[in-house]
């Protein structure tokens, strides 16, 4: 799962959820990756910023006809 690379959750119950989200967001990026194909035009937008704790905040965009 591209989300998820790199984070463990140590407690059983979390792993259900970990999982589920995993394949949750697979199935979407999926899904959106399959129409962005479909199209003749596309366009990625790419922001990032620090946040208050100085963590950086990545958001990305994409627009397609």
């Known amino acids: ?10 407690f059983n119950n979390y792993i259900k959820y970990y999982v589920f989200i995993c394949l949750m967001s697979d199935t979407v990026i999926d899904k959106i990756v399959s129409e962005i194909k479909e199209r003749k035009y596309f366009s990625l937008i790419v922001d990032s910023t620090p946040d208050v704790t100085t963590r950086d905040q990545l958001t990305v965009a994409i627009r397609y006809i």
């Open 1 to 10: 799962c591209w989300v998820c690379l790199g984070f463990c959750l140590p």
